[in-house]
């Protein structure tokens, strides 16, 4: 169900023929993805057994979220009022407006259809990798959903390909994260250099003070003396 109508393909032996069928494919999408769990109240609270932070805030969705959902936006056009709805809302849908959008991908013909455009389809989408964008976008959507714990209706995500004229790539966010460690790393070493130079220098501070007091004690005491 999570390949296009009519795609044919052979798998360990098996021939499979794609039906295209999103609503069949989200169930089956559910079944990779643990989305509740018998200790978990709501949906979001873990993704494989693995807990993650509650949803909150604004995110971007960059990389493989941008380039199957774009293609989802543009070649959603087999039920034209969820793709037109998506297009109006683009780069900000809703979950619910991406899960309505899935039929009309999902469902277009392979062999009398998308074949005939595979190699200018879509700008991000190559010929050898239009046959997984139906089951791309119904993962990404169901694991947004139903994962992580997206409301239907929040708008909470931008899908974009560049963020102020550069392009975002999870390498850039492995280095930036990377760098924000050996940056923590480096301000702790300072701080402690400096908590250290700190109590030495006060130390050398007593050590000179007592030294510069107690000539003074005992020339008072001398003076005491002679009187």
Same mark, same amino acid.
């Given at each position: 169900?999570?390949?296009?109508?009519?795609? =044919?393909? @052979?798998?360990?032996?098996?021939?499979?023929?794609?039906?295209?069928?999103?609503?069949?494919?989200?169930? =089956?999408?559910? *079944?990779?993805?643990?989305?509740?769990?018998? &200790?978990?109240?709501?949906?979001?609270?873990?993704?494989?057994?693995?807990?993650?932070? %509650?949803?909150?805030?604004?995110?971007?969705?960059?990389?493989?979220?941008?380039?199957?959902? &774009?293609?989802? *936006?543009?070649?959603?056009?087999?039920?034209?009022?969820?793709? @037109?709805?998506?297009?109006?809302?683009?780069?900000?849908?809703?979950?619910?407006?991406?899960?309505?959008?899935?039929?009309?991908?999902?469902?277009?013909?392979?062999?009398?259809?998308?074949?005939?455009? =595979? #190699?200018?389809?879509?700008?991000?989408?190559?010929?050898?990798?239009?046959?997984?964008?139906?089951?791309?976008?119904?993962?990404?959507?169901?694991?947004?959903?139903?994962?992580?714990?997206?409301?239907?209706e929040s708008r909470d995500?931008?899908?974009?390909?560049?963020? &102020?004229?550069?392009?975002?790539?999870?390498?850039?966010?492995?280095?930036?994260?990377?760098?924000? %460690? @050996?940056?923590?790393? &480096?301000? @702790?070493?300072? =701080?402690?250099? %400096?908590?250290?130079?700190?109590?030495e220098q006060q130390e050398?501070?007593?050590?000179?003070?007592?030294?510069?007091?107690?000539?003074?004690?005992?020339?008072?005491?001398?003076?005491?003396? #002679?009187?």
């Amino acid at each position: 169900p999570c390949t296009f109508n009519g795609y =044919q393909i @052979e798998w360990k032996g098996h021939h499979l023929l794609g039906t295209g069928d999103s609503e069949a494919c989200v169930r =089956q999408v559910k *079944r990779l993805i643990p989305h509740l769990e018998p &200790d978990t109240a709501e949906l979001g609270g873990r993704v494989g057994g693995v807990e993650h932070p %509650e949803v909150r805030g604004k995110f971007f969705a960059m990389s493989l979220y941008f380039f199957s959902l &774009d293609s989802l *936006r543009e070649l959603s056009t087999a039920d034209p009022e969820a793709h @037109e709805a998506l297009n109006r809302s683009w780069p900000t849908p809703s979950i619910d407006e991406l899960y309505d959008a899935l039929t009309g991908l999902c469902s277009r013909d392979w062999h009398n259809d998308l074949v005939h455009i =595979q #190699h200018n389809s879509h700008a991000f989408t190559r010929a050898e990798v239009l046959p997984h964008r139906c089951f791309e976008s119904v993962y990404m959507v169901t694991l947004l959903r139903d994962g992580f714990g997206f409301a239907p209706e929040s708008r909470d995500i931008t899908f974009t390909f560049l963020v &102020d004229g550069s392009e975002v790539e999870w390498s850039l966010g492995l280095a930036l994260s990377m760098h924000a %460690e @050996e940056f923590k790393a &480096d301000m @702790e070493l300072q =701080q402690s250099v %400096e908590a250290n130079l700190t109590a030495e220098q006060q130390e050398c501070r007593t050590d000179a003070a007592a030294t510069f007091t107690t000539p003074s004690i005992l020339a008072a005491a001398v003076t005491t003396t #002679h009187a």
